[in-house]
T-cell receptor, first 113, second 114 residues
Framework: DAGVIQSPRHEVTEMGQEVTLRCKPI?????LFWYRQTMMRGLELLIY????????DSGMPEDRFSAKMPNASFSTLKIQPSEPRDSAVYFC???????????FGPGTRLTVL | KNQVEQSPQSLIILEGKNCTLQ??????????LRWYKQDTGRGPVSLTI?????NTKSNGRYTATLDADTKQSSLHITASQLSDSASYIC?????????????FGSGTQLTVLP
């Protein structure tokens, strides 16, 4: 198995632009998580899905952030409009269940200028 | 509020030496405690997972211990190697509730020097 796949690995954009991050979970995993990691705040859970359904999005910082999971093999995290304070590494993780071990992707390093 | 505190924040050791990282938590009751290793530029990878009834769990040169009474866990690394240089993150899951209540420590940054 290729593990969790994220794209792009790096994204540099200007303030105000729309950013879309993509994730392909491990096949057979029915839980998917989006995290943000910064030096100041460490790992923060933004949102997670069970069986493609958003369960808890209370970690999404603002309405500028949205996430979708149209099917079991694909999820997106969108930021519109982006701001410099959104600069961070965004991780996607999947697991066989919401309480099982999570397998993390390599992350997307986002820089908003 | 559930908290997980890790110490030290950073640690530098020489290759071949042993070291111990600490994790104190307030999550109660809790279901399990995990240690993750995160290499620079990569996602965290699970090292060990322990339930509240387990005292120790090993994974090669990594040994995690858990004292549920004092709410402390430690990760001991034996005969360190350069590849052990990474951030080590302690994560605690509550007994009930959603994945939202997973509590992450801020990590210990370990540097192993030749």
């Amino acid at each position: 198995d290729a593990g969790v796949i994220q794209s792009p690995r790096h994204e540099v954009t200007e303030m105000g632009q729309e950013v879309t991050l993509r994730c392909k979970p491990i096949s057979g995993h029915n839980s998917l998580f989006w995290y943000r990691q910064t030096m100041m705040r460490g790992l923060e859970l933004l949102i997670y899905f069970n069986n493609n359904v958003p369960i808890d999005d209370s970690g999404m910082p603002e309405d500028r952030f949205s996430a979708k999971m149209p099917n079991a093999s694909f999820s997106t995290l969108k930021i519109q409009p982006s701001e410099p304070r959104d600069s961070a590494v965004y991780f996607c993780a999947s697991s066989p269940g919401s309480y099982n071990e999570q397998f993390f992707g390599p992350g997307t390093r986002l820089t908003v200028l | 509020k559930n908290q997980v505190e890790q110490s030290p924040q950073s640690l530098i050791i020489l290759e071949g030496k042993n070291c111990t990282l600490q994790c104190n938590y307030t999550v109660s009751p809790f279901s399990n405690l995990r240690w993750y290793k995160q290499d620079t530029g990569r996602g965290p990878v699970s090292l060990t997972i322990m339930t509240f009834s387990e005292n120790t769990k090993s994974n090669g040169r990594y040994t995690a211990t858990l004292d549920a009474d004092t709410k402390q866990s430690s990760l001991h690394i034996t005969a360190s190697q350069l590849s052990d240089s990474a951030s080590y993150i302690c994560v605690v899951s509550p007994l009930s509730g959603s994945a939202r209540q997973l509590t992450f420590g801020s990590g210990t940054q370990l540097t192993v020097l030749p």
